[in-house]
């Protein structure tokens, strides 16, 4: 069955510690995985996927197809990265809908 | 532009009431998704409509749940019946199927359902 896991619901960080969220995924298949936000009061958004390799607001996550993980990172966090993050999987036997994990919660703390 | 926006921005109703919420996708945007957000159950996907395709129902959660979208653009998920569990927040999301496989999905505010 296609699932997403993050395991923790609350990372609590100090600014400048570094930072990883954990992503674990199960899908038959070539996956296609994201990372999505949401700050306080602000919609959902995509912060980046895999297949784009990119580093945005300091975060990157690599693709371990052998550890079936997705690990979110960056080296040095700040206040504002405190949000929700989710960890989602593109279905792509379906029509693309997303297969969410239940979300990290990270708090950086001054 | 304008983004995806949703109506109402909450809704308070009485167990076994109907109730329809709203979704206006980004113009343009031919993908439409429906997503619910429990508390302690993240975001579960609903139903997807595709141009003039047969919509994907194959997340909806009940036969009391439904949802149309008329005209390629607007759409609206129906709940009937509603029972305390369907309290949420249900989000819309819709994407290009011109941006090629990225397929990004942007997101509506939400609508936060309340049965009491």
């Known amino acids: 069955a296609q699932r997403v896991t993050q395991p923790e619901k609350l990372l609590s960080v100090f600014k400048g510690a570094p930072v990883e969220l954990k992503c674990n995924y199960s899908y038959s298949g070539s996956p296609e995985l994201f990372w999505y936000v949401q700050y306080s009061r602000q919609r959902l958004q995509l912060l980046l996927r895999?297949?784009s390799r990119e580093s945005i607001k300091g975060f990157t996550a690599d693709l371990n197809k052998g550890e079936t993980s997705f690990h979110l990172k960056k080296p040095f966090a700040q206040e504002e990265d405190s949000a929700m993050y989710y960890c989602a999987l593109r279905d792509g036997g379906s029509q693309g809908n997303l297969i969410f994990g239940k979300g990290t919660k990270l708090s950086v703390k001054p | 532009g304008a983004g995806v926006s949703q109506s109402p921005s909450n809704k308070v109703t009485e167990k076994g009431k109907d109730v329809e919420l709203r979704c206006d996708p980004i113009s343009g945007h031919t993908a439409l998704y429906w997503y619910r957000q429990s508390l302690g159950q993240g975001l579960e996907f609903l139903i997807y409509?595709?141009?003039?395709?047969?919509?994907?129902k194959s997340g909806l959660p009940s036969d009391r749940f439904s949802a149309e979208r008329t005209g390629g653009s607007v759409s609206t998920l129906t709940i009937q019946r509603t029972q305390q569990e369907d309290s949420a927040v249900y989000l819309c999301?819709?994407?290009?199927?011109?941006?090629?496989?990225?397929?990004?999905?942007?997101f509506g505010p939400g609508t936060r359902l309340t049965v009491l």
């Open positions: 409509f595709q141009g003039n395709s047969a919509p994907d």
């Open positions: 895999h297949i």
């Open positions: 999301a819709s994407s290009s199927r011109t941006s090629g496989s990225l397929h990004t999905q942007y």
